[in-house]
C-alpha cells in the first residue's frame, strides 16, 4: 500500500525523538532487522516530521544504504551528534548498544530540561498573575485617586506624581502591554544572530545569578557527557570534538572545545585547554586529567557529567526556596510603593480637613 506523509512543520519535538531511539534500540537489541524496526516505529509514530523522516530512513535503508546515511538526509530530526553515533556504531557492529546509549544520553538531557522548566513554572505563574493584577489597578484605580487629588487641589509629592503618570501611560498604551514580550524575544533573536552578539549574551547567561550557575553546570556536563559517548562509541576524537561544536549550544564552551581541538590536533591534552577556560572548574579539569594519564577518558568524562547532572539537580530543588522570597520582597515593595504613594496626599488632606 501506498503510504502518505502528512503536512507538517517546524522541528522534531525533543522528547518524541527521545522515545523513538529508546524503542528503536529495544527492538535491534531483541534481533529485529534495521528495516523492519523502522517499519514498526513509522506505524507506531504520529503524523508530523519525524514520522516522514523514518518513513524516508525505512525506504533508503530497505534499497540498500547505511542507516547512518539514510539517517544525516534529514538534519532537522536527526543531528550530527545522531548521526556519528549511528555510524559508529554501524561501523563496530554494535548498532544496538550505541543507540541504547544514545537514548541514555537523550533521557538525562531531557530530565534536566523538565526539571528546570517545571521549577521555573510556579515563580512565573505568580509573576504573570501579579503583573496582571498591578496592571489592573494601575489602569483602573489609580486615575480615580487622580481625580480626587486634583478636585481637592492637594500639593502632591514626588513619588504619588511619579505613580499617576506611570498609571497614565498605562492607561493610554494599555494595547502595546502584551507586545513587550514579543518585542524582547525580537531583540533577544536579533542579538543572537549575530556571532558577537552571541558571544555576549552566553557570557551575560553564564554570569547571572544561580540560573549562571545552573547554565555553566549543564554546558559542562553536556560536553563531557556527549564527548564521553561519543569516544566510548568509537569516533575519533578529533572528529567528536567537531561534532561537540555545534552541539554544546553555548558560544563561551564552544570557544573552549575549538582550543581543545586545536590543542589535540597538536599533540597535546585535552585537559590544559579546559584549564584556561572560564566555564570548567579545577574538578572537571582533573578527572579529565587523570582520564588522560589512565587511557579511561571516556568513563572519566560520564563521570565528570554525572557529577555535575546531581549537582544541578540539587541547585533546581534548592531554587524554589531562594526565589519565593525574592518574588513576595519584589511584590511587596510594588505594593508598598502604591500605598505610599497614595497614602501621603491623603494625609495632607485630612490635615486640611482638620
Known sequence: ??????????????????????QFATLIEAGLPIVRGLKILEEMLPPGVLRNAVMDVHDDVEQGSQLSDALAKHPKAFDSLYVSMVNAG??????????????????KSEKIKKQIIGAMIYPAAIMCVAAGIMTVI?????????????????????????????????????YLIPGIPFLFMFIYRGIKSTKGGRYVLDVMFLHLPIFGLIIKKTAVSRFCRTLGVLTASGVPILDALSIL????????????VGEVHNSIREGDTIADPLSRSSVFDH?????????????????????????YDNDVDAIVAGMMGLLEPFILIGLGGGVGFIVISLFLPLISIMENIG
Do not use: H
Request: hydrophobic content about 50%; aromatic content about 6%.
Open 283 to 307: 574538578m572537571a579539569v582533573n578527572m579529565v586529567m587523570v582520564g588522560e594519564e589512565t587511557g579511561e577518558l571516556d568513563k572519566m568524562l560520564i563521570r565528570v557529567a554525572d557529577i
Open 245 to 256: 561544536r555545534n552541539s554544546v549550544g553555548n558560544a563561551v564552551v564552544e570557544e573552549a
Open 1 to 22: 500500500t501506498q503510504r502518505k506523509k502528512s503536512a507538517s512543520l517546524g522541528g522534531v519535538n525533543s522528547g518524541q525523538l527521545t522515545m523513538f531511539t529508546r
Open 90 to 107: 554501524e561501523m563496530g557492529g554494535v548498532l544496538d548498544s550505541i543507540l541504547a546509549r544514545l537514548a541514555e544520553f537523550r533521557e
Open 138 to 174: 494601575m489602569i483602573v484605580v489609580i486615575p480615580k485617586f487622580r481625580e480626587m487629588f486634583e478636585s481637592m487641589d492637594v500639593e502632591m509629592p514626588g513619588m504619588t506624581i511619579a505613580l499617576l503618570n506611570l498609571a497614565d501611560l498605562l492607561k493610554t498604551y494599555w
